[in-house]
């Protein structure tokens, strides 16, 4: 569950705060709180919403699980329903990204506390004879377990949270040592985030489109295109060619 942030006025930049580095490339925009630490991710200026944030590890997950790549269809709807404050994205999101022979559903609501598949925040995927969730279960530690067509549960583990991030740390210090790729590569990540940035794409459109993996590009909407990519200022954090 997410809180109600309030609304809250422009003011000075508190001393101590180089907000020119912090707002690196992006054009400028008043100081404010509810754009800031801890609330930066609900403004779609600096911001993709808590699909781009909790919701982007749950995606890179099922599009592993499911060995895909970028979708060639995005559909769905995104709004702000529940909350009354400055965050501007949304609180409820029911997005489906189409493959050819597959589907990845993502469902979020974030003002209530009825997690699905009895998980906070996790992945469930459907075969024709059984099922694998992944995720933090109610009243347990992060875990996975799979499910006979009879709701039997035929495996399962469990771990605590710090011992699921110590092979990120691992391979991460042995890939300093090395000079070599980690485990997952980067252009990995670059899918997982393609897929937040599409569902915001149609959340923000309220239409479904369709995507050009090779291009990366909206295919015959021209305003959902705009959204692909943003206006920087310059700035000597700009990304290359943008």
Same mark, same amino acid.
């Given at each position: ?6 609304? +809250? ?7 101590? *705060? ?61 709004? %702000?329903?529940?909350?009354? =404050?400055?965050?501007?994205? /949304? ?28 998980? =906070? ?25 799979? *499910? ?21 740390? +691992? ?8 000079? %070599?790729? /980690? ?17 915001? *794409?149609?959340? +923000? ?8 993996? %090779? ?6 909407? /021209?305003?959902?295109? %705009? ?16």
């Amino acid at each position: 569950m997410r809180r109600n942030i309030g609304h +809250r006025e422009d003011e000075p930049v508190p001393a101590g *705060i180089d907000y020119e580095t912090w707002t690196g490339p992006l054009p400028k925009r008043p100081f404010n709180r509810n754009r800031f630490h801890g609330t930066v991710n609900w403004n779609w200026h600096f911001g993709c919403g808590d699909i781009g944030n909790d919701g982007v590890h749950e995606l890179d997950i099922a599009r592993r699980a499911l060995s895909v790549g970028l979708p060639e269809q995005i559909s769905g709807m995104g709004q %702000k329903m529940y909350f009354d =404050d400055d965050q501007q994205t /949304p609180d409820t999101m029911n997005l489906t990204y189409h493959y050819k022979d597959k589907l990845l559903c993502y469902e979020q609501r974030l003002w209530n506390p009825y997690g699905m598949e009895g998980c =906070d925040n996790g992945v469930a995927v459907y075969g024709d004879q059984s099922m694998a969730q992944f995720g933090k279960f109610r009243g347990h530690n992060w875990g996975y377990r799979v *499910i006979d067509e009879s709701s039997q549960v035929i495996h399962s583990e469990e771990h605590g949270k710090s011992s699921i991030d110590i092979p990120h740390v +691992r391979d991460f210090l042995d890939c300093i040592r090395s000079r %070599k790729k /980690p485990r997952v590569d980067i252009e990995e990540g670059h899918w997982a985030t393609s897929l937040a940035h599409l569902g915001n *794409i149609v959340a +923000r459109t309220g239409r479904a489109i369709r995507f050009d993996a %090779k291009t990366e590009r909206v295919i015959g909407d /021209p305003d959902a295109d %705009k959204l692909v990519r943003r206006d920087y200022r310059q700035h000597w954090s700009r990304p290359e060619g943008a």
